[in-house]
């Protein structure tokens, strides 16, 4: 008797919340024994941040503390969150997702705060221009000997941790381009939420459509729509869905993030009407919370799209395990100074791909019903991301060519990432992965569409 044909979509999908197998839920010991386990890993990641305050800036053992915990922070993390994924894996693709994003983001971070040169200054916000705003320019040499002098009691090193740890980019913006502040009132967050909210939805829809087609191609997504057939309606078709995925998953991750703002917005009001405590209201100052994006759809290349209009999150972390290296190795050879900063580019966009190629792995092992394999499936987040390099290299050179009229700058950009996202989109949201964990249009309802991002 043949096997019965698999669902096109994961049944399940609620049990995500209660995964079937994992050792964080089996037995009261296993349970303890995680969590004591969890909470030694995280107080070391903890210690190694907590070393970068400017008080430790002239502490040789802080700086050798930091190193030391860089490979056991590492390989810490990523055993623990792998040993800890839910069972069966093709049934809890998404919650397997956030464990191994997890497990990834804080291997990065333990390599981030064990080489970085230290120690972290507190950046103050300024009003630049009629809106508060981190200054790009470094602090003056009297306002970093403040900050290593100053008096600080244990509980307010925790406080700098806790803050450092959690801050979308560096306490006070202290590294990266220089950054506004989120000066928008409560009705301007919600009105961003529910604006890329509607064009979520329209792009899941659109998706959800092209991978319950009769053969799931992207091409029978247009036919769908009523274009007619011409030559070259497969790549337009493929175009498309690959624009539609980039759009799909810039808008889902920048309403997590304004969802999250919403509540902080809130929260801060509420406790600075009940006097809470100052350092509890400046954890949650709206203003530390700004937008994920600025309009990534508007840069006019790619250099631009990367550098600021996309979210600058792993910026720091991609540039010390990527960029650095790679800069150092070409100053050991004696390269140029436009070579040098050519293979940083390089290093940078590496330590990216690889960032990204490594959810896929963990998330899609040999038991789900479409594998990733190393050295046997194509990387595709990995081809993506190294041939980023190249569009930015050879941009200065297209650009020009292309008239204002037909889109200048931002119809490269469009162009080159619709054009190199085809494997990207297909590891992600191909047969079997992310995309299954959606019901088809007859069983979805409106608590689907109603989740936050």
């Given at each position: 008797?043949?096997?019965?044909e698999?669902?096109?979509y994961?049944?399940?999908?609620?049990?995500?919340?209660?995964?079937?197998?994992?050792?964080?839920?089996?037995?009261?010991?296993?349970?303890?024994?995680?969590?004591?386990r969890?909470?030694?890993?995280?107080?070391?990641?903890?210690?190694?941040?907590?070393?970068?305050?400017?008080?430790?800036?002239?502490?040789?053992?802080?700086?050798?503390?930091?190193?030391?915990?860089?490979?056991?922070?590492?390989?810490?993390?990523?055993?623990?969150?792998?040993?800890?994924?839910?069972?069966?894996?093709?049934?809890?693709?998404?919650?397997?997702f956030?464990?191994?994003?997890l497990?990834?983001?804080?291997?990065?971070?333990?390599?981030?705060?064990?080489?970085?040169?230290?120690?972290?200054?507190?950046?103050?916000?300024?009003?630049?221009?009629?809106?508060?705003r981190?200054?790009?320019?470094?602090?003056?040499?009297?306002?970093?000997?403040?900050?290593?002098?100053?008096s600080?009691?244990k509980?307010?090193?925790?406080?700098?941790?806790?803050?450092?740890?959690?801050?979308?980019?560096?306490?006070?913006?202290?590294?990266?381009?220089?950054h506004?502040?989120?000066?928008?009132?409560?009705?301007?967050?919600i009105?961003?939420?529910?604006?890329?909210?509607?064009?979520?939805?329209?792009?899941?829809?659109?998706?959800?459509?092209?991978?319950?087609?009769?053969?799931?191609?992207?091409?029978?997504?247009?036919?769908?729509?009523?274009?007619?057939?011409?030559?070259?309606?497969?790549l337009?078709?493929?175009?498309?869905?690959?624009?539609?995925?980039?759009?799909?998953?810039?808008?889902?991750?920048?309403?997590?993030?304004?969802?999250?703002?919403?509540?902080?917005?809130?929260a801060?009001?509420?406790?600075?009407?009940?006097?809470?405590?100052?350092?509890?209201?400046?954890?949650?100052?709206?203003?530390?919370?700004?937008?994920?994006?600025?309009?990534?759809?508007?840069?006019?290349?790619?250099?631009?799209?990367?550098?600021k209009?996309?979210?600058?999150?792993?910026?720091?972390?991609?540039?010390?395990?990527?960029?650095?290296?790679?800069?150092?190795?070409?100053?050991?050879?004696?390269?140029?100074?436009?070579?040098?900063?050519?293979?940083?580019?390089?290093?940078?966009?590496?330590?990216?791909?690889?960032?990204?190629?490594?959810?896929?792995?963990?998330?899609?092992?040999?038991?789900?019903?479409?594998?990733?394999?190393?050295?046997?499936?194509?990387p595709?987040?990995?081809?993506?991301?190294?041939?980023?390099?190249?569009?930015?290299?050879?941009?200065?050179?297209?650009?020009?060519?292309?008239?204002?009229?037909?889109?200048?700058?931002?119809?490269?950009?469009?162009?080159?990432?619709?054009?190199?996202?085809?494997?990207?989109?297909?590891?992600?949201?191909?047969?079997?992965?992310?995309?299954?964990?959606?019901?088809?249009?007859?069983?979805l309802?409106?608590?689907?569409?109603?989740?936050?991002?």
């Amino acid at each position: 008797m043949e096997p019965l044909e698999k669902p096109k979509y994961i049944t399940n999908k609620w049990s995500l919340a209660q995964p079937k197998s994992s050792i964080f839920f089996e037995g009261n010991f296993i349970f303890k024994n995680q969590i004591f386990r969890l909470l030694c890993l995280q107080s070391t990641l903890f210690l190694q941040c907590l070393l970068l305050h400017p008080t430790f800036s002239k502490s040789s053992k802080a700086i050798l503390i930091r190193r030391g915990l860089a490979p056991i922070n590492f390989l810490g993390s990523i055993k623990f969150f792998l040993e800890n994924l839910a069972k069966p894996l093709e049934d809890n693709c998404l919650i397997n997702f956030e464990i191994a994003f997890l497990s990834e983001y804080f291997a990065a971070k333990s390599i981030e705060w064990g080489f970085f040169k230290g120690p972290i200054y507190s950046t103050p916000l300024r009003f630049i221009k009629g809106t508060q705003r981190w200054n790009k320019e470094d602090l003056s040499e009297d306002e970093k000997k403040r900050q290593e002098g100053e008096s600080c009691s244990k509980l307010r090193l925790v406080g700098w941790t806790v803050y450092q740890i959690f801050s979308f980019r560096g306490l006070g913006f202290s590294w990266g381009m220089a950054h506004e502040a989120n000066n928008s009132s409560l009705l301007e967050i919600i009105f961003r939420y529910f604006r890329v909210k509607i064009v979520t939805i329209i792009t899941t829809c659109l998706i959800i459509a092209s991978r319950d087609s009769i053969d799931g191609k992207a091409i029978n997504l247009l036919r769908d729509l009523g274009v007619p057939e011409f030559y070259g309606l497969n790549l337009m078709a493929e175009l498309f869905l690959n624009i539609l995925f980039g759009i799909c998953l810039c808008c889902k991750l920048d309403n997590g993030f304004t969802f999250c703002n919403i509540i902080v917005k809130v929260a801060y009001k509420f406790l600075t009407c009940t006097h809470a405590p100052k350092s509890m209201c400046d954890f949650l100052n709206p203003l530390y919370y700004p937008h994920f994006f600025y309009s990534p759809h508007t840069t006019n290349s790619l250099a631009d799209f990367w550098g600021k209009g996309w979210h600058q999150l792993f910026r720091r972390i991609f540039l010390i395990c990527g960029g650095k290296p790679a800069i150092y190795l070409a100053n050991l050879f004696g390269a140029s100074e436009r070579i040098t900063k050519s293979i940083g580019i390089m290093g940078v966009f590496l330590a990216s791909a690889t960032f990204h190629e490594y959810l896929p792995w963990a998330v899609f092992q040999g038991s789900t019903p479409n594998p990733y394999i190393p050295f046997r499936t194509f990387p595709g987040s990995g081809f993506f991301f190294m041939v980023q390099p190249i569009g930015i290299f050879i941009e200065p050179y297209i650009i020009p060519w292309i008239p204002q009229w037909a889109g200048g700058g931002k119809l490269w950009v469009w162009s080159f990432l619709a054009i190199v996202a085809t494997p990207f989109r297909q590891q992600y949201i191909g047969p079997y992965r992310f995309a299954n964990t959606i019901p088809p249009f007859s069983k979805l309802s409106w608590k689907d569409f109603a989740m936050p991002t």
